[in-house]
């Protein structure tokens, strides 16, 4: 019960910063998950590749989070509290801006957002990354995966799957 206020805080906060999704705010989460709940680096990564894989929005994942830290109710207070307030921000934001139209200053701030997001959601790449690649064997599949993904038409989720059989497999006998 003691974690619910502090859940709340953290999501809440973590919310209003996903400027670009979900994956903008994924090195401050997994920050703030280890320093304010014991959520090791590891466990984290687990949780996020769990979010990935099931169907539905990738961020859903926050509900397993908010689960494994304050059971049931932990978890709604995660989904409340991420989901809510970056809603009612958009709602009030969305209607602020189409009220300025085509106007000049309109798009000095679309065009001033678009490398934020971009540097946010990089950034959580890179934490994600960080805490994958633990050894040669996972830094050549990550780099033949980018690979597959960026320069052939073969289906994200195959090379996806494929690399974590492999991967499965090469780590388990090699």
């Known amino acids: 019960m003691s974690h619910l206020p502090s859940l709340f805080l953290t999501f809440s906060l973590l919310s209003l910063l996903a400027v670009g999704g979900g994956t903008a705010v994924l090195p401050e989460m997994q920050t703030l998950l280890s320093q304010n709940f014991g959520i090791s680096h590891t466990q984290f990564i687990h949780i996020y590749s769990f979010g990935q894989i099931a169907p539905g929005p990738n961020m859903l ?34 209607r602020l801006w189409e009220r300025f139209g085509e106007s000049p200053w309109r798009r000095s701030v679309q065009d001033a957002l678009e490398p934020i997001s971009i540097g946010l959601m990089a950034s959580g790449v890179y934490a994600v990354a960080k805490a994958s690649i633990v050894s040669p064997i996972t830094l050549i599949l990550a780099l033949i995966t980018l690979f597959l993904i960026l320069k052939t038409k073969i289906n994200p989720v195959f090379v996806i799957l494929g690399s974590g059989l492999v991967g499965l497999i090469a780590l388990k006998f090699l």
């Open 61 to 94: 994942m926050v509900l397993v989070i908010g689960f494994q830290v304050a059971g049931s109710l932990g978890a709604a207070v995660v989904l409340f509290s991420f989901f809510l307030p970056s809603s009612v921000l958009c709602l009030y934001a969305g």
